[in-house]
T-cell receptor, first 114, second 114 residues
Framework: EAQVTQNPRYLITVTGKKLTVTCSQN?????MSWYRQDPGLGLRQIYY???????DKGDVPEGYKVSRKEKRNFPLILESPSPNQTSLYFCASSLYGTLTGELFFGEGSRLTVL | AQSVAQPEDQVNVAEGNPLTVKCTYSVSGNPYLFWYVQYPNRGLQFLLKYITGDNLVKGSYGFEAEFNKSQTSFHLKKPSALVSDSALYFC????????????FGKGTRLSVIA
């Protein structure tokens, strides 16, 4: 089954404790992206990657890191999480970037930073 | 810079009645326009898109959307609402120049009442 898999789905952590949210897709997609969803703000893009070893900042990259060492994986790293990073995070992928706009989304990862 | 506005946070409609979820956009040049739906505790799912051609676009689950260039709108419609249509709906836009990121609206919550 074609899918985008995120882990963990739920996480409660404390300020400053490094964490990684993994994202993996099995569709051989070139494009992958991370979004955060906050009430009243919709989806905002954090980082995206057009292909292996190519990453770019989105609208809200501060406090996040990403890497794209393999085509299928695009982990989101929070080196020193803060409470304002409490949010619902989505990973998405697409075969040809945003040219067709048909992004495939993961189920989401709900992060709480205390 | 491109932007999307969804003027209604919430839309309530009775089952069997037609529904409309509004979206207006701003881009430099011609737009690519999209609708996504998010069911509770799930990731976003692609519904439909307008790239070029016929202004009335048909998508999944009986939804359709009408592109209106003069009003810069792309409203989502369905002739007869179902309770199962209750969800959060997002409009998104990108311009046609290159592989630019999608910009999402803040979302509109649709409640269909039996």
């Amino acid at each position: 089954e074609a899918q985008v898999t995120q882990n963990p789905r739920y996480l409660i952590t404390v300020t400053g404790k490094k964490l990684t949210v993994t994202c993996s897709q099995n569709m051989n997609h070139e494009y992958m992206s991370w979004y955060r969803q906050d009430p009243g703000l919709g989806l905002r893009q954090i980082y995206y990657s057009m292909n292996v070893e190519v990453t770019d900042k989105g609208d809200v990259p501060e406090g996040y890191k990403v890497s794209r060492k393999e085509k299928r994986n695009f982990p989101l790293i929070l080196e020193s999480p803060s409470p304002n990073q409490t949010s619902l995070y989505f990973c998405a992928s697409s075969l040809y970037g945003t040219l067709t706009g048909e992004l495939f989304f993961g189920e989401g990862s709900r992060l709480t930073v205390l | 810079a491109q932007s999307v506005a969804q003027p209604e946070d919430q839309v309530n409609v009775a089952e069997g009645n037609p529904l409309t979820v509004k979206c207006t956009y701003s881009v430099s040049g011609n737009p690519y326009l999209f609708w996504y739906v998010q069911y509770p505790n799930r990731g976003l799912q692609f519904l439909l898109k307008y790239i070029t051609g016929d202004n009335l676009v048909k998508g999944s689950y009986g939804f359709e959307a009408e592109f209106n260039k003069s009003q810069t709108s792309f409203h989502l419609k369905k002739p007869s609402a179902l309770v199962s249509d209750s969800a959060l709906y997002f409009c998104a836009v990108r311009d046609k120049s290159g592989n630019t990121p999608l910009v999402f609206g803040k979302g509109t919550r649709l409640s269909v009442i039996a």
